[in-house]
T-cell receptor, first 113, second 110 residues
């Protein structure tokens, strides 16, 4: 079974620029999550999708972050404009059902300078 | 919302010794508790999980225990090996999403 694919692996941008991350979940997984992991901390949920609908985006800074999951498969997470404090690893995860089988991708390491 | 506390933040053990990492959670609605291992430059990888209707689960050198009354669960690694060195995260699942602890850096000295 192929894992959760994420790209790019690394990205360096200047503050106030925009950036986008892409995630392809495991085939058949209805639920998709984006997590932000700041160095030395545990991952924190940004947004949860069920198929192509948003279930929870309460922790997403909506003034600068946006995410979509078209057709209930791939997802993109965008930051515009980026701030220094957005430097982190952005992890995508998917699961086939509630409360089980969460699988993570390798993440995108974002550095904002 | 759910709050997961994890201790210790760092743990150094000698190869062959046991390692124990403990977590507490606050939301009694959580009923699934996975543990993840994260190596440098990689995403978290599930190593073992437990549901609230089970008190203990074991998989070779790894075991997890859950005390639902006290709202705490623990990861036990026996006969540690250098390749066990990594960051370990516990998590709880209120409302179908993972809430993580802050992580434990495990160093196994050979």
């Amino acid at each position: 079974e192929a894992g959760v694919a994420q790209s790019p692996r690394y990205k360096i941008i200047e503050k106030r620029q925009s950036v986008a991350f892409w995630c392809n979940p495991i085939s058949g997984h209805a639920t998709l999550y984006w997590y932000q992991q700041i160095l030395g901390q545990g991952p924190k949920l940004l947004i949860q999708f069920q198929n192509n609908g948003v279930v929870d985006d309460s922790q997403l800074p909506k003034d600068r972050f946006s995410a979509e999951r078209l057709k209930g498969v791939d997802s993109t997470l965008k930051i515009q404009p980026a701030k220094l404090e957005d430097s982190a690893v952005y992890l995508c995860a998917s699961s086939p059902s509630a409360r089980s089988g969460y699988t993570f991708g390798s993440g995108t390491r974002l550095t904002v300078v | 919302g759910e709050n997961v506390e994890q201790h210790p933040s760092t743990l150094s053990v000698q190869e062959g010794d046991s390692a124990v990492i403990k977590c507490t959670y606050s939301d009694s609605a959580s009923n699934y508790f996975p543990w993840y291992k994260q190596e440098l430059g990689k995403g978290p990888q599930l190593i073992i999980d437990i549901r609230s209707n089970v008190g203990e689960k074991k998989d070779q050198r790894i075991a997890v225990t859950l005390n639902k009354t006290a709202k705490h669960f623990s990861l036990h690694i026996t006969e540690t090996q250098p390749e066990d060195s990594a960051v370990y995260f516990c998590a709880a699942t209120p409302e179908d999403k993972l809430v993580f602890g802050a992580g434990t850096i495990l160093r196994v000295k050979s």
